[in-house]
């Protein structure tokens, strides 16, 4: 009769969740488990006896042996995670990421190993990095012992140092040498007690390079929950410059009089407006879009009632004025929309709109504003589009996609006064190191751009056009929009040739999800629920509770989130969704919204915003599951929106 232990040894190893295969000294498989044989394809027939690199790609099987030799001569335990993720090859001959943890038997005279395939965190760890490169600040990542488990390239560039020499040393290395002593306790504090501090919330720091030098800098903080515990990320940005440029200002102020010349003040002063403006662009196109927004959308819907009314006055009367006042509210209308569109275009250049991505096959946009690019192009141009059939997938924003081409054909047609040709070009790339990208190329043939010019080309509110005729924000708008997606843009141009616009956008492994079929309005269902709108803006609280009570629901209004949250602590009172703006003074709409559903578990959130800021998480994309209504919305979006939080 067996040994009972066999017994139980045996049923341990088909009950473990990763693989287990058992390598005898010859480096053959002598035992696996049921989750190896799911895992990599073979049936156990197929693998006992065979050699170990069965299971290892090829490229890295002659490598195997030396290192498995290695192993035996040093046979202490390895565990899970101690190093970076590994490939294995399955029966398909396809290959994923696995870590794997080592341990010897002595008695059997065989080393066991852990497998287990680590390709989704893998996938999400790419992505989150990805994030992270396309921050336009230094990140830099700490756990909880105060060591650095992530760093970015701007990191990288602002401090001096590569990533390897920085992983795993404590965060001290960065502070300067009078501000170490104190620095672990006041570490310690914000673990403790880990609330977001923003950007330019206290006096700026300091920071110190690998080279010993020091720089002031400002330094926001948040904590982000992981897998290995609380990690808590630090932006961080150099304002060397507009320190220098106050301390300037204020030199020139105190001298004012004694200054020689006009004009040397006039240089000073112009370079100190430019370093502002640089640095506090984001901020103003957010500060200016949310209040622009509020007003449009309080314009754009009050005006959609007035033309509902006149429109059916126009109906009944058709030989009378209504009809004529129906068309001038139309185009009433058509500047809103036209207003929101420049509004749009100010937030995707400040890299604060709300980016929507999905996955995307870059063909299939370009087909869909085809006819728009040949309007904006006009007859004197002809286009021409060389797609690759079988295109590799692409996670992205579909309405910037197509921002980024109608730009692109603007300036082509302006380079273009006399006709020619644009090219839009799809193509699949892989780089020598192994990453995948979908290429977008757009070509024109048009009077090209001098390389003195060619340099400055993304820069803000550069353009070499006459004045009233460019803004300066087309090709900074395509640059802001490629780079937030975590692709990269270039611009290549010979004068009297042409020039071609080349991006790359990488390749994503999600995929597909088909999109929610679009209700039309009047099949929306109009429930009597009660919803709670929080606005500090009077006028848009005001048309907002009308769109809503004309629709059939029951409105509770609250001006702030103090005054919301004295009527959900009533438990007499009834809600059934928060409907609230995201800027408000006293309390963001994000703060109310957590402390409403402490209140009341589940209840459903929808957040009014005019720009994207208060959602930022590193590239800018929305949080999954958050419902955003951008404004400045119309009726029809408002209730959608609401009908899919309530139903959903």
Excluded at 13 to 20: F, M, R, V
Aim: with cysteine.
């Amino acid at each position: 009769m067996a040994n009972p232990s066999d017994a139980v040894v045996i049923g341990l190893l088909e009950a473990a969740p990763d693989a287990i295969i058992g390598v005898d000294r010859d480096g053959r498989i002598a035992v696996v488990n049921a989750q190896t044989v799911r895992l990599f394809g073979y049936e156990r027939a197929e693998l006992i006896g065979e050699p170990i690199e069965l299971l290892i790609p090829e490229r890295f099987r002659p490598q195997h042996p030396g290192h498995r030799q290695e192993y035996l001569r040093d046979p202490r335990p390895r565990p899970m995670g101690a190093g970076v993720p590994l490939a294995a090859r399955r029966k398909d001959g396809s290959e994923f990421p696995a870590e794997i943890s080592l341990s010897a038997l002595a008695a059997e005279d065989m080393v066991v190993a852990a497998v287990r395939d680590v390709s989704d965190r893998v996938r999400r760890e790419a992505k989150f990095q990805g994030l992270l490169e396309a921050a336009p600040d230094a990140i830099v990542g700490v756990a909880c012992d105060g060591r650095i488990t992530l760093f970015n390239a701007q990191a990288e560039r602002l401090f001096g140092y590569s990533r390897s020499e920085l992983l795993g040393l404590p965060i001290e290395v960065l502070v300067p040498d009078s501000a170490r002593p104190g620095h672990p306790d006041k570490r310690l504090r914000y673990f403790a007690d880990p609330q977001p501090r923003p950007m330019g919330s206290g006096r700026p720091l300091g920071a110190r390079r690998k080279d010993g030098s020091e720089f002031p800098a400002e330094i926001s903080l948040s904590a982000l929950e992981t897998e290995d515990g609380v990690i808590v990320s630090a932006a961080i940005r150099d304002v060397t410059d507009r320190i220098e440029a106050q301390a300037e200002r204020q030199r020139l102020e105190a001298e004012g009089e004694r200054l020689a010349a006009a004009a040397e003040r006039e240089r000073l002063e112009a370079q100190l407006h430019q370093s502002q403006r640089l640095e506090s662009l984001g901020q103003l196109a957010g500060g200016v879009a949310h209040d622009f927004n509020n007003l449009l959308a309080v314009m754009l819907n009050y005006t959609g009632f007035v033309a509902e009314q006149i429109q059916d006055a126009a109906d009944a009367e058709p030989g009378s004025d209504w009809p004529q006042a129906a068309q001038d509210l139309q185009q009433v209308l058509r500047a809103g929309q036209r207003a929101t569109e420049l509004t749009h275009q100010l937030l995707a250049f400040g890299r604060r709109e709300v980016v929507r991505p999905r996955v995307l096959d870059l063909n299939v946009v370009i087909r869909e504003v085809e006819q728009l690019l040949l309007r904006t192009l006009g007859e004197h141009i002809r286009l021409h589009a060389e797609l690759e059939p079988r295109l590799w997938p692409v996670l992205a924003d579909p309405g910037q996609i197509e921002q980024v081409l109608v730009n692109l054909a603007v300036n082509a047609r302006d380079a273009m006064p006399g006709g020619g040709t644009l090219t839009v070009h799809t193509g699949n790339h892989e780089d020598a190191g192994g990453g995948r990208h979908v290429r977008l190329r757009v070509g024109d043939t048009g009077t090209g751009i001098p390389p003195e010019v060619l340099e400055r080309v993304f820069e803000p509110f550069y353009t070499t056009k006459a004045p009233g005729q460019g803004t300066g924000l087309g090709l900074a708008t395509v640059y802001g929009i490629v780079t937030q997606a975590g692709g990269s843009a270039t611009l290549q141009s010979i004068v009297g040739a042409g020039t071609v616009f080349t991006a790359l956008l990488p390749v994503t492994a999600e995929q597909p999800v088909a999109p929610a079929p679009a209700v039309a309005p009047a099949q929306l269902r109009h429930g009597g629920e009660t919803i709670l709108v929080v606005e500090d803006e009077v006028a848009l609280r005001a048309v907002t509770e009308r769109i809503l009570t004309r629709n059939g629901y029951r409105v509770l209004t609250a001006a702030s989130g103090p005054e919301a949250m004295k009527i959900v602590e009533d438990p007499a009172v009834e809600a059934d969704l928060l409907l609230t703006d995201v800027i408000m003074p006293h309390m963001h709409g994000q703060e109310l919204a957590e402390q409403i559903r402490r209140i009341r578990p589940g209840m459903p959130v929808v957040f009014m915003s005019g720009y994207a800021q208060p959602f930022i998480t590193g590239g800018g994309t929305l949080d999954a599951g958050t419902i955003l209504i951008t404004k400045p919305f119309a009726q029809p979006e408002l209730l959608q929106r609401l009908r899919e939080a309530l139903d959903g």
